[in-house]
């Protein structure tokens, strides 16, 4: 008897110790795993010095790179490779070794490597290739599944989920717009619009960039970048055509203030080519109070984030705005598409008068004044004619 209990208490211990270290092999297996954020100074041997931003998304020690790019030539590269560790079983720092092939925008492709040094959150990178040395530093700005939610890996629905997919009745198919929200995520007027849409015969998409990304608004911090949201814009492009409702070739976008910004973006098809390496796009384009330029002599980020209509448009644009907007000036909307119209694009611009920043949400009856100390205030004119505005532009521009 004392010898089971013995052996009975022994192999309890003994299973408890077993799986305890399978669940530390377990965990240690994706201690690399999120969303990475950095730079790198690169320096030739002939002594030319460029800089590289990189944006690192790691899963089980598989890599991808999706922007990479010299920010002097403007070469874009998307990379994949894996990492080697060489860091002690308990321990949380460590040797690193990245590798993998890069594919840049211009055809070439090719090996690459970087060591680096491990500390918890934070990657010192160093390396070698060919001609090149660089060096830089790595941040963890994501851990685990939310880095998987970051630009490029938003895991759309197969399915329906409440609140996201507004659908007419019947099998379609159908013309399909997706909805982009502003930098305090998605409020009540986007599904507003969303229910318009449907009324009006289209499939709607309302996309949540923030909640899979663990942010609830970027507003002043922009933890969740334009581009970011660009990327999830072409990612619902790509998820919509794959719904056996939807008529592929009818897909447009509608985007709030950031969200706004960011479909701009991919009007550009030299933008659509660093990021997707690829030149389709929505049929239309819908932005509601966008920041489309900035002004002369504005701050390297400020010009960085404002410069969203871009001259090369090739997808036809309405912008609504209004003069009293404190936020996204309507003047620099309207000279940009000026600019843009005298070389030949399709841009249009409906400026409201006495209409602020946000003038379709419903729920500030009253002048509301932000954080940052702007008011914005419902407009039900300037909504009414929004909607009339943004039926007939996409219905021209969408039709079969």
Known sequence: MCNSDYFNRYFRLLTIVLFGVAGIVDARADHFDGHWKGGLRCERTDKNVFKKKVDLRVQNDKITLRH??????????????????????????GDIVFSGVANWSNGRSGQW????????????????????????????VITGEKAMASAGFLKFP????????????????????????????????????????KEGGYVALVVDSFGPRGERSVCGNYRV???????????????????????????????????????????SPSYRQTQRNDAT?????????????????????????????????????????????????????????????????????????????GFDRAAYVQPHRTRSGHIQQFDPLATADAAKMSAAFLGENMSK
């Open 68 to 93: 990479f790019f010299d920010g002097t030539h403007g070469n874009p590269v998307e990379s994949e490779g894996e990492i080697d560790h060489e860091d002690g079983f308990f321990s949380d720092v």
């Open 113 to 140: 490597g970087l060591r680096g040094k491990w500390d918890r959150d934070r990657i010192t990178l160093a390396g070698l290739r060919g001609d090149t040395h660089c060096q830089g530093t790595l941040v963890r």
């Open 158 to 197: 197969t399915e329906p989920t409440p609140d996201s997919l507004y659908k007419p009745d019947g099998a379609g198919p159908f013309p399909a717009v997706g909805l982009f929200h502003g930098c305090v995520g998605i409020r009540p007027h986007i599904h507003a619009w969303a229910e318009r849409l």
């Open 225 to 267: 970048s334009v581009d970011d949201v660009a990327g999830d814009a072409l990612d619902a492009f790509e998820h919509l055509r794959t719904l056996p409702f939807v008529d592929k070739g009818r897909i447009g976008a509608m985007g709030f203030s950031y969200g706004a910004m960011a479909a701009l973006r991919t009007a």
């Open 281 to 357: 796009g929505f049929r239309a384009i819908v932005a509601f109070y966008p920041a489309c330029t900035s002004r002369p002599g504005a701050p390297s980020d400020v010009v960085e984030r404002w410069n969203n209509l871009r001259v090369d448009t090739d997808i036809p644009i309405l912008i609504l705005i209004g003069d009293a907007d404190e936020q996204t000036p309507a003047d620099l909307c309207a000279s940009k598409a000026h600019e843009i119209q005298k070389a030949g694009r399709s841009v249009s611009v409906k400026v409201y008068p006495g209409a602020t920043h």
